[in-house]
């Protein structure tokens, strides 16, 4: 139903005697839309689980269709050729799943002193090297790939894709062109007419929005100004700010809190020994700080849900389980906001996959990007290719918004979730270095449905794109940590346009 917003009075109407009988007081109805998820392919009900294998066979018989309409669209009346038959000198096309071999991965085995030298990669950001290698494997072989299409820095184990070229000495196939599989099916998306009038930087765009956030980190003051989620409360909910403002809250038909919503507890093992022998002064502390910052984050969301619809996905470090697809947090940790639900307030899965109108998303809380940015290098890459492809429009700072943000690039993330787009899947380096449930009759990371928004949560900084593959055109939003920047990505369900919107004390 309509949630009122209060509206406050205009300035030069504060500045006068007050009139025999008061105006009653203006109320904007909340903006409400439709809203569906598809969130069932990631639930663990089911318990069918196997070996890893069984994953990648899944998620290349799932790909490889549409790898091979993108092959024959691409490279028309191209020969194709199994892996066990290639032979020397003769140009063909293979197709199947990608390994990367790489020597600084993090391995267990490091952590006993296997190899010394390896010991100080494991905390570092990036672990690529000059030697890493690719190997394309099918349902029969593999085979090494070389050639400058074939940049290792370019690419994660689990990418199914295709290569044309010829194998060369040594048994090696050199790379002269790859192609990946044919984006999935888009719903049409009727997209409503601009706005003659020019946005400003309080104006933002008309018609209805999505608002993306994550971690707010409720209940750490270390990690998260009070001050500054008392603000975005009391904007998403109309308590602030001109009649402008007002109007622009009460657009928002959803907020989507995308992990992170919750502060990291200090000590886990000292959490997990309370009530249990030896258990410390501080430990008990820290169980104390733990349901403190429930509470707090249970009033938080009781206040947002009270005004406009939310949803709460996990996020790393978040109380549930940590390895992909992550299970909605459970009611019991907010019991206050949980009777808005399902009204008003929804846990939901992490990847996340909805609808809002005629609008479909699909997101992380941003493990999948993080894990792809630590093997890969997409920077180097741009600066190696000379910009971006002229596919891509970039909306860093949309509808001719201007605010301080326009320094900071979110352009990595941006890369990563256009590879991922491309590659059509969510998490193509899972269950390699990503942490994973070892599916064996289906892969629900594959992309079954082109989204109109993907996103990724707990990002650096701020960045929108619109992609665009054939017949589909995808929004990419880089969702910042809000606990670090203070911004909020708002997302037009009516246009598909992307605005940052910065709060600060």
Known sequence: SAVAVAMAPEASDMMRAPDAEMAPAQTLERAVKAYSHRDDRFALDKKIYGQYFQLYYQRLMLLLPRLKLAVEAKWPGAATAKILDLKEGEECVI??????DMRLKPSIL???GKDLTLGATVDAKKFVADDDALVLEDEGARVKLVGAAADPKQFVTGV????????????????????FPAPAPQKPFPVAEKDEAPASASSPPPGEYVALVSGLRVGDPRASDPKVLELLL???TGNLGSSVDQRAAASVARV?????????????????????AGQTASSIQNAANARAQLRSLDVFLTQLAASVPVDVMPGEGDPTNQALPQQPLHPCLFPEA???APATFAAATNPHDFSVGACDFLGTSGQNIDNMRAYMDVEASRRSSGGEDGAE???SVASEIKTNLAKISG???LDLLASSLRWQHVAPSAPDTLACYPYKDRDPFYVAQSPHVYFAGNQPAFGARVVSDGNTKTLLVSVPDFAKTGVVAMVNVDTLECFPAQFGA
């Open 95 to 100: 197709m199947g799943t990608l390994y990367k």
């Open 110 to 112: 490091d952590e006993y």
């Open 160 to 179: 199914v894709m295709a290569c044309r070229g010829k194998v060369v000495q040594d048994g090696e196939f050199e790379v002269s062109e790859t192609c």
């Open 234 to 236: 009391d904007y998403l």
């Open 256 to 276: 989507i809190i995308a992990g992170g919503a919750l502060a990291e507890p200090e000590d886990r093992a000292s959490l997990s020994n309370v009530g249990g």
């Open 338 to 340: 949980s009777r808005f």
């Open 393 to 395: 429009e970039d909306m």
């Open 411 to 413: 352009a990595e993330s």
